[in-house]
C-alpha cells in the first residue's frame, strides 16, 4: 500500500465579507500518496486555488477554515504561525499561477532564491548562492549564473516560471501544490515546463498536487484527478479511467469540450451557463441548472459522493453503476 502523504477530511473554506459568506470550499475530501502526481480540475470560480491556498494557510482573516489538513499524520489546522512557516517551503512548496506577480521586482531572483533558502537551512550565503544557481541550472535556465542577478522584468514568462519552480524546489519539499503553472505560457514553453515538473518529480521523488482548467495536461502526467464544481468534489478516479469512463455530467462536459482534430463538427461543444456565485448556490445539486440530465430529485436534494468501481466516486444521482459506501 502506497504511504498518504497529506490528506484532506472534510475541508471548508468560508469566507465572511460584508455581503455575505463566499463558500470558497465546502466540505471536500481527497489524499495524496508520496511520489504520486494528482491533479485538480474545473472551471476558474470552482475552488481549486482555494483549496491550495487552504493547505498553507496563506488566506486572509476573514477566511475561516474547518476540517483537517494531514500532513504526515498531523493537521495542520492546528499548527500556530512559526508552525506553519516551517512547513511553508520546506515540507510543502506552491508555485503560484502568475510569477510576474509573485516576484519581488525589486530583488534579483538569484537574491530570492536565496532567501528561500536561508529561511529553511542554517547555511553560508555563499553555500546559498552556489545552491540557487545549480537549482537554476537544474531548471533548465541557461547561464544560470548570469541569470542568477537578474530581475524579474529582464526576463521571459518562461524563464520567470522555471525561477518560481527552482525557488518552490531549492528545498526539496516533499510535497509540491502546482496552481496553474502553465497558464501564461505559450504552448512550447508549457510542454517544457510540464517535463520539467516531471522531470524533477521523479528525480526527487516528490508528491506533487496540480491544479489546472487544462484537461489534455491532466491526462498528460498525473496518476488520479480530482473534479471540482462550486467547492465541492463532483467526481475523482484513476486519470485513465475518468477519460475513458467519465460519469458525471460535468466531467462529460470538460471532456466534451476538447477540440479533437478529427471531429467533422463545426463547434466546439460547450456546457452552457456559469459557475454559481459561491455566496448564492443553488438549491439540491449545484450543477442541475447547467446540467442536460438534471432530474426534479436534483433540485432538492444534494447527492453524496457514491463510489462507482474502484477508486472511482462521483457525486450525482443519474449514476446507474454498482455502487458502495464512500470511504
Known amino acids: ?47 481549486k486555488s482555494m483549496t491550495a491556498l487552504s493547505i498553507l494557510r496563506l488566506l486572509p482573516s476573514q477566511a475561516k477554515i474547518a476540517g483537517e489538513i494531514l500532513y504526515q499524520g498531523n493537521d495542520l489546522l492546528k499548527y500556530d504561525p512559526s508552525q506553519m512557516r516551517e ?19 525589486v530583488f534579483t531572483v538569484g537574491n530570492q532564491i536565496c532567501e528561500a533558502i536561508t529561511l529553511h ?23 544560470p549564473e548570469e541569470q542568477f542577478k537578474r530581475y524579474p522584468h529582464q526576463l521571459s514568462g518562461g524563464m520567470n516560471q522555471r525561477v518560481m519552480i ?22 512550447t514553453i508549457q510542454a517544457q ?16 498536487l496540480l491544479i489546472t482548467h487544462d484537461l489534455s495536461i491532466i491526462s498528460t502526467i498525473t496518476r488520479r484527478v480530482i473534479i471540482m464544481y462550486a467547492g465541492k468534489i463532483v ?14 455530467p460535468y466531467t462529460k462536459g470538460l471532456i466534451n469540450s476538447i477540440p479533437n482534430i478529427e471531429s467533422t463538427e463545426k463547434r466546439l ?16 445539486c449545484r450543477f442541475h ?21 474502484e477508486g472511482h466516486g462521483v457525486r450525482c444521482f443519474g449514476v446507474r453503476q454498482p455502487v458502495s459506501s464512500y470511504d
Request: aromatic share 2%; glycine share 8%.
Open 87 to 105: 512547513i511553508r517551503g520546506k515540507g510543502i512548496s506552491m508555485i503560484f499561477q502568475d510569477p510576474t506577480t509573485s516576484l519581488n521586482p
Open 269 to 284: 461543444n460547450t456546457i452552457p451557463g456559469v459557475v454559481p456565485n459561491p455566496m448564492n448556490l443553488p438549491c439540491g
Open 121 to 143: 537551512q542554517k547555511i553560508s550565503q555563499r553555500a546559498a548562492v552556489e545552491k540557487a544557481i545549480e537549482i537554476l541550472r537544474l531548471c533548465g535556465l541557461p547561464s
Open 193 to 208: 515546463i510540464l517535463d520539467l515538473i516531471q522531470n524533477l518529480q521523479a528525480k526527487l521523488n516528490m508528491s506533487v
Open 289 to 309: 441548472p447547467r446540467c442536460p440530465e438534471a432530474t426534479l430529485r436534483c433540485f432538492d436534494a444534494e447527492p453524496e459522493i457514491r463510489l462507482c468501481g
Open 166 to 187: 527552482a525557488m518552490a524546489l531549492v528545498t526539496h519539499p516533499e510535497l509540491l501544490i502546482a496552481d496553474e503553472p502553465t497558464t501564461a505560457l505559450d504552448v
Open 235 to 248: 467526481e475523482y478516479a484513476q486519470t485513465d479511467s475518468l477519460f475513458a469512463s467519465p460519469l458525471h
Open 1 to 47: 500500500m502506497p504511504e498518504t502523504l497529506l490528506e484532506i477530511k472534510g475541508l471548508k473554506t468560508h469566507i465572511h465579507a460584508s455581503e455575505g459568506i463566499v463558500k470558497a470550499v465546502d466540505g471536500i475530501d481527497f489524499k495524496v500518496d508520496t511520489g504520486e502526481i494528482v491533479g485538480i480540475i474545473g472551471e476558474s470560480g470552482c475552488g
